[in-house]
């Protein structure tokens, strides 16, 4: 009797550790597991504002796959996802074609741009290894050429960024730390250098502890940021955005509004909302036995406030256990489990030592916070790797 075939798309938070604990729940001869992703590495999307403001090297978010996962049990593929043809098993590569029993879609997420003209096509986003170094290259470039210029503009050295959620807040806040270091290295005057984050809703962190957002926007004021709140993006052009009343002149403009999922799903015939399929409890998709969803392509409701849970990276590596209990269990012929989110915390960076964070009932603020994010990130890389991953690429120093 042939070996059932696993094969899961992506190589994100969901995807990897998916990979990672089937070869753990399963045995040696059970399963024939294949893991597909576009690159040969897998990489930290919580870090991914550090290496685009330039405070971190952006070597340090990715580590390459064949050294976390076990290659005797699972086969990686390099090779970028076309189609699914969920009707005949099948996933369409660019160089070629993949046969399945049992289908792991963690494809990741796209940006929103929520139909606004010119974002596509001047707004730089923090999506992915190689979208955060255009990021810094582009910042590092505008400083450098500032003095070059024989009338250099204001806009050269004003970077919006639209959307005061996780993302935004978290380079502005590594933002905020690298501009004094630009300037001193540049020569150019701090004065002249806007840090401006455009937000439509009417706060930053909407829905965060109302205490702990008020120490945010005090902290990154101090040190220079502008907040426009309830102030949405009309559009973005070549010069900057325009606003509702005024237009501001920008050569940066930084897109961190919201995500949606992995347009491949949608295009490929599920049912979805925003590219993210409404799963069922035990995360198979609705109608489809042997499909399941993870990460940003999931969408799970919180029966308590009617609401979508946040597709974070902690919800991701939780539903990637539950998900490869269930493939062993359908495997084995018994029952598939219920996924529960447990959410554990949330802790947002602000820069260099500063972070707020709610673990619990318990409010954290600047060093602590930081400490706890960093402690976050470490017990990641200890459930995909162990201690030899966190030696590697964790962030060791806490204070």
């Known amino acids: 009797m042939s070996r059932p075939k696993i094969v899961i798309l992506g190589a994100g938070y969901g995807g990897i550790m998916t990979a990672t604990r089937l070869t753990k729940e399963l045995g040696m ?15 930290q999307t919580t870090w991914l504002h550090e290496p685009a403001a330039g405070t971190l090297h952006h070597d340090r978010t990715r580590m390459p796959i064949k050294d976390v996962i076990d290659t005797n049990r ?36 796209e940006s929103e741009t929520f139909g606004i003209p010119g974002v596509k096509d001047y707004a730089f986003n923090i999506r992915s290894v190689n979208t955060v170094r255009k990021i810094r290259e582009h910042i590092e470039y505008l400083f450098a050429s500032y003095n070059n210029e024989p009338n250099p503009s204001d806009s050269m050295l004003t970077i919006v960024v639209a959307g005061a959620g996780f993302t935004g807040i978290e380079f502005i806040g590594e933002m905020a730390d690298r501009i004094p270091e630009l300037c001193a290295e540049f020569d150019v005057p701090r004065e002249r250098v806007r840090l401006i984050c455009a937000e439509a809703a009417p706060t930053v962190l909407p829905g965060f502890d109302e205490e702990l957002v008020e120490y945010a926007v005090n902290l990154l004021e101090s040190k220079g940021v502008e907040f426009m709140l309830g102030t949405p993006i009309k559009e973005v052009t070549a010069d900057g955005v325009v606003l509702e009343e005024e237009e501001i002149k920008a050569d940066t403009i930084v897109w961190t509004t919201g995500i949606r999922g992995n347009s491949i799903v949608e295009n490929s015939g599920f049912e979805t909302m925003r590219g993210r399929i409404k799963v069922e409890g035990d995360l198979r998709a609705p109608g489809k036995d042997h499909v399941f969803i993870v990460g940003d392509c999931a969408l799970i409701i919180n029966e308590e ?55 619990g009932n318990k409010k954290l603020y600047g060093a602590t916070a930081a400490a706890m994010k960093k402690i976050i990130d470490n017990r990641y890389l200890f459930l995909l790797g162990g201690i030899p991953l966190v030696v590697k690429k964790g962030k060791l120093k806490l204070f």
Request: hydrophobic residues 40%; neutral net charge; without cysteine.
């Open 29 to 43: 001869n059970e399963a024939e597991i294949t893991l597909v992703n576009k690159h040969n590495y897998h990489y």
């Open 74 to 109: 699972i086969n990686f593929v390099q090779d970028t996802v076309v189609s699914i043809d969920d009707n005949t098993k099948t996933v369409k590569l660019e160089n070629g074609e993949l046969a399945y029993d049992y289908l792991v879609i963690g494809l990741g997420f």
């Open 305 to 359: 406030i009617n609401r979508p849970y946040p597709p974070t990276a902690q919800i991701a590596i939780q539903q990637a256990f539950t998900v490869a209990r269930n493939l062993k269990a359908l495997i084995n012929g018994t029952k598939t489990e219920t996924f529960v989110p447990e959410i554990k915390g949330t802790v947002a960076s602000l820069g260099k030592g500063e972070a707020i964070g709610k673990v």
